[in-house]
C-alpha cells in the first residue's frame, strides 16, 4: 500500500479520537449565600453532562451527592458550614476535585468592634472605623474572591500551550513509530 494512503488514514483515524483524549476536567465551586453552584467542564470547555458530584467534609464522610445537567452545572444548599472538597467523577476515570472554604458564619472572622480579622493590616481596620462595618468587609472580601476565583477558573479551562504541543508531540511520536514499523518491514 502506497506509504501516502497510510498517512492519509492514520491522520483521519488521530482526528476522529481527539475528543476522547481529553481526559482532564475542570470543576469551579462557589457558595454564595448558602448555594453551592458548580460548573464542571472537559477540556476546551465542553461541558460534563450527567457528571455525578460527590460533596466531602473535611473528615471525608459523604454529604451530598447529584448529577449535573446538560451544561455541566448543578446548585444545590450547603450541606455543612465548614470546609467540603467538591468532586466530580464523569466515568472512566475522569474525575476532579474542587476545595471550597468554610461558610462565613465558620470562617475564623471575628466582629468585634474595629478588629475584623485577626492580623489584619491596619488600612482595613482604618476602614471599618470610616463607615464600613465588619459584615461589610466580610461581604467585600467574598465578592472578591469569587470574581479572581471565576477568572482563574476560565484560565484553567482554556487550552494552553503546552496543550497543543503535547498532542502535537504524540502526533510525531505515532509518526515516528509508524515510520520505524515500515523500516524494519523493508529491512525484513
Known sequence: MNPMRWLVILSFLLSMASPALAHRINIFALDEGGEVYTESTFAGKRPVKNGVIRVFNADGTQVFTGKTDDAGLLTFPRPESGALTVEVDAGMGHKSRWELEPAEGAQAYKDVGAEVVPDAPASQAAAVEKGLSAGD????????????????????????????????????????????????????
Request: charged share 25%.
Open 137 to 188: 468587609w466580610t461581604r467585600l472580601e467574598q465578592v472578591v474572591d469569587s470574581a479572581v476565583t471565576r477568572s482563574l477558573h476560565r484560565q484553567q479551562a482554556e487550552t494552553r500551550v503546552r496543550d497543543v504541543v503535547g498532542g502535537l508531540g504524540y502526533i510525531v511520536g505515532l509518526l515516528g513509530a509508524f515510520a520505524w514499523y515500515r523500516s524494519r518491514k523493508g529491512a525484513a
